[in-house]
């Protein structure tokens, strides 16, 4: 059965209980065809008798909003509060056969010219779904459930699944992002690698350090999903359907492909950093053994000048017609002898 996903947007309206909430999308199903001419408040009542499926997109909604589209479908005070966290924290809850799943968005932005390329945390993505219901709130980037959308457009046999087809989807939207994320930020780890055992070297502690924070972004966002993608992909009644857990348990493997691609990132960083800083202690001893041996190379005519310069009256080679010209010889041969030890031992 073919199921198309239409998207209306709509104006504020009136609801049953004398409120008023702005709709951003939002689309009613039954029998697996969405249902034309059906205005919003009779959408909502044919979801709570039974009677099909609704879907209601919310993009940035305050407390108002969110609380009274919430309220149309008696949701759980606290899928509510979840929803209404300005920093959610990825995570799964389920109440009174509702599940609710809040996802963090992460994408990679490549600039042209000098600009950085960075890891950006978008925004996040709240799903709540019930057996006739599913509702979504938007917050930041709304990329991610544009193109959750887009997906079971393509895919009607899955969205005739129901409600949690859309937590699913969104799931893997995610996880396919996080993906992308980290197969581009290798290539930035690539070119910092050779930068730092390039043959002219320059410190790249600052851009190691930029790299190791845009890793914590990326993991701060991926690290609490493992533990919903997890109890979603394993069987537990009353809580998703055995064939949505089934695609949950594709979206677990790519989870623990991401894990696998940032531990490696992590080690790649470690070891960049130490080998920086091995190269930075090595510049410096070079440094330094540079330094030591000009200052031993100029303390020679500096001793000799300083002895002479005394001025005492008896003092060995003052009447010496040839003292002067001995005195410079002396010191170029020493002086010379002392650069040739150093630039045989590789201190210059």
């Known amino acids: 059965m073919l199921v198309t996903l239409a998207l209306v947007a ?18 009613l199903f039954r029998d697996g065809r969405r249902q034309d001419g059906v205005g ?13 499926f609704v879907w209601v997109g919310l993009s940035e909604p305050d407390q108002e909003r969110w609380r009274k589209a919430a ?3 008696g949701l759980h005070p606290l899928v509510v509060e979840d929803a209404l966290d300005p920093r959610p924290s990825p995570k799964l ?36 779904a ?41 799931a893997d939207v995610t996880v396919d992002g996080y993906l992308d994320a980290a197969e581009e930020f290798e290539e930035d780890l690539t070119e910092i690698e050779a930068a730092v055992f390039a043959d002219v070297r320059d410190n790249q502690a600052e851009r190691i350090y930029r790299a190791k924070r845009e890793l914590l972004t990326l993991r701060r966002a991926v690290l609490p999903l493992s533990h919903p993608v997890r109890e979603l992909s394993q069987p537990a009644p009353g809580i998703l359907p055995s064939k949505i857990q089934a695609y949950f348990r594709e979206v677990s493997g ?8 940032l531990a490696g990132h992590d080690e790649t960083i470690a070891s960049m950093l130490q080998a920086n800083l091995a190269q930075l202690s090595v510049s410096q001893n070079n440094d330094m053994r540079k330094i030591t041996s000009w200052a031993a190379i100029i303390a020679v005519p500096t001793a000799i000048a300083g002895i002479y310069g005394m001025n005492f009256r008896h003092m060995p080679e003052l009447r010496w017609e040839l003292g002067y010209p001995g005195v410079m010889l002396l010191m170029a041969a020493i002086c010379l002898g002392l650069y040739w030890n150093f630039k045989r031992r590789g201190w210059l």
């Open 10 to 27: 709509l104006e504020p309206m009136t609801l049953r209980r004398g409120g008023t909430v702005t709709v951003t999308e939002w689309a």
């Open 40 to 52: 919003y408040p009779e959408a909502v009542d044919a979801a709570r008798s039974g009677d099909g």
């Open 71 to 73: 309220a149309d479908f």
């Open 93 to 128: 809850a389920h109440y009174d056969g509702v599940v609710s799943m809040v996802l963090r968005t992460v994408r990679y932005v490549r600039h042209e010219g000098p600009e950085r390329n960075e890891m950006l945390d978008t925004g996040a993505l709240t799903a709540v």
């Open 130 to 170: 019930g057996a006739h219901f599913v509702l979504t709130v938007a917050r930041g980037d709304p990329g991610t459930l544009d193109l959750a959308l887009r997906r079971l457009e393509e895919q009607p046999k899955l969205l005739a699944q129901g409600p949690t087809a859309l937590l699913y989807t969104a």
């Open 254 to 261: 790519h989870l623990d492909r991401v894990h696998t691609l």
